[in-house]
């Protein structure tokens, strides 16, 4: 027989299960925004659409014009060409000419990558006004590459320029019809200049991460400074390394302002004698801007994009192998 305690429970569990049921039922009321939060949305979407109208736009336009002729960039005009302007920028032979001299001015950011790597161990060696070497090398760095280009442009002049008043000659660095491959070298010194001075302050900076226990232990095994340095110090910025060269690409691949400053202005329409300083932005800037040929720079801008994607991709990937391995 029940109890008057199991009836009790039974009608206690009766009620909880209704009450559960009308509650299940009344739907959750919705929070309201306050002020606040209105403002914070409206502050965030602000450069969110400036993104879209100044970035996202122009580049969904330079993709559909690859595909498209127009005259002298009128949107209004645009009509299918059948792949028209990829086939001739594959033929073209100023536009292959323009990646052979990207792809050598590139080559100077690993060379700065190892003047940064040679400097910051010297200055990480607790030597004498490190502190104060370093901030002068940092000067390049955040001075405007415009300016730094102009002020090269008046060491390699020919008449006033500093090297020839020191030599004493009157050489021509930036116009020699008959040496055009000296103004590749000197936007070539341009950026050896200026690029050293973010990698020393990022390998400064990995070098003090080094466990200096691993340095011990290899003094004690009997290792010598280039041994501790291949062994100890490399593995230990690898990570660091790699993002730095992925850097280094990017920038590499995109040099425009040197080339544009450092070309004499006489050669309108070309980058420097025989068009040894064409680089691929530079060329893209002469079809687009001075040629009104938006397609068929767009084409260009779109190749340059894959090309460093693909560059980037494998570096990051090495990265992060890099990264989990540590």
């Known amino acids: 027989m029940r109890t008057?305690?199991?009836v009790k429970t039974a009608a206690g569990a009766a009620e909880w299960d209704a009450g559960g049921d009308a509650a299940r039922a009344i739907p959750p009321k919705k929070k309201?925004?306050?002020p606040v939060q209105w403002m914070c949305f409206g502050i965030v979407f602000i450069p969110i659409v400036s993104f879209i109208i100044f970035s996202g736009f122009p580049v969904a336009i330079s993709f559909?014009?690859?595909?498209?002729?127009m005259d002298n960039n009128d949107l209004t005009t645009m009509e299918w060409n059948q792949f028209r302007n990829i086939v001739e920028v594959f033929h073209d032979d100023r536009f292959w000419k323009s990646w052979r001299t990207t792809f050598w001015l590139a080559t100077a950011q690993v060379v700065t990558l190892l003047?940064?790597?040679?400097?910051?161990?010297l200055l990480n060696s607790k030597i004498k006004g490190s502190n104060f070497f370093q901030v002068v090398f940092f000067i390049p760095y955040i001075c405007s590459s415009v300016a730094i280009a102009i002020m090269w442009k008046w060491i390699f002049s020919t008449d006033l320029g500093v090297i020839n008043t020191i030599l004493g000659k009157n050489i021509e660095w930036l116009n020699s019809v008959e040496h055009p491959s000296r103004l590749v070298w000197c936007v070539y010194l341009t950026i050896v200049w200026q690029a050293p001075a973010y990698g020393i302050v990022m390998f400064k900076a990995a070098l003090k991460n080094v466990n200096p226990s691993l340095y011990e232990a290899a003094a004690l095994d009997g290792a010598n400074g280039w041994a501790k340095f291949w062994y100890v110090t490399l593995p230990g910025i690898k990570g660091v390394t790699l993002f730095l060269l992925l850097a280094s690409i990017t920038n590499g691949l995109a040099v425009f302002d040197a080339v544009t400053i450092l070309a004499p202005v006489q050669?309108?329409?070309v980058a420097g004698p025989d068009d040894i300083g064409l680089t691929v932005n530079y060329y893209i800037y002469l079809k687009g801007v001075q040629n009104r040929d938006m397609e068929y720079a767009s084409v260009i801008s779109w190749v340059l994009f894959v090309v460093t994607f693909l560059i980037s991709f494998f570096v990051i990937r090495a990265r992060n192998k890099a990264t989990a391995e540590d």
Do not use: H, R
Request: net charge negative; aromatic share 14%; hydrophobic share 50%.
């Open 64 to 69: 559909i014009s690859m595909f498209t002729e």
């Open 32 to 34: 309201k925004w306050k």
């Open 4 to 6: 008057e305690n199991d």
């Open 267 to 269: 050669w309108t329409g």
């Open 115 to 121: 003047i940064a790597l040679a400097i910051s161990v």
